[in-house]
């Protein structure tokens, strides 16, 4: 049974095999990260469990009981009670409810463990999987989000009020 864990610094490998897996995948639905991201990795989760470390962030990754990764899911700017919520999830486990479960249960950490009362989330409009999860996750479309949100892409904004159960 996967789990969801905080992201820690013995995660890297099996992040870096995921997101190295998947790269053609997410490109499909989400922009690319570039050859950058990948070279400069091991700097790059430093950087995010030091950001975590200072509050702004949360990170999360679903875990096999192989130990590899099946998906990310991040809250992002925590302040003020809200937070962004952003995820991905393995090309091999799509479709199968993983994103939608384990966004469900990171909605429940957030109110819980992070104190976070509201989550928003923006996806592009191409990326109707990402829009089915949220709706399933009771995430309701609150408006147009900026282009540059969204690597360049329309896209829509979704707001979920962690007080209320889907």
Not at 59 to 82: C, H, I, K, P, Q
Not at 95 to 122: I, K, P
Not at 127 to 149: E, I, M, R, T
Request: aromatic share 8%; proline share 3%; net charge positive.
């Amino acid at each position: 049974m996967p789990e969801l864990k905080r992201l820690n610094a013995g995660h890297a490998p099996a992040v870096l095999a995921f997101e190295l897996a998947n790269r053609a995948y997410f490109a499909t639905s989400i922009s690319d990260r570039g050859d950058e991201f990948y070279e400069q990795f091991t700097d790059r989760h430093k950087a995010l469990l030091a950001e975590q470390e200072a509050g702004i962030c949360a990170f999360y990754v679903l875990v096999a009981g192989d130990g590899s990764v099946l998906g990310r899911f991040n809250l992002y700017d925590l302040e003020d009670g809200t937070a962004k919520l952003g995820y991905r999830v393995a090309q091999n486990v799509a479709g199968r409810g993983v994103a939608t479960a384990t966004v469900q249960e990171l909605c429940r950490l957030a109110a819980a463990r992070h104190g976070l009362r509201t989550l928003r989330a923006a996806t592009s409009r191409e990326n109707v999987a990402s829009q089915k999860v949220l709706a399933k996750a009771g995430f309701v479309s609150v408006g147009p989000a900026n282009p540059a949100d969204l690597g360049g892409k329309q896209g829509t904004w979704y707001q979920r009020d962690l007080g209320v159960q889907p």
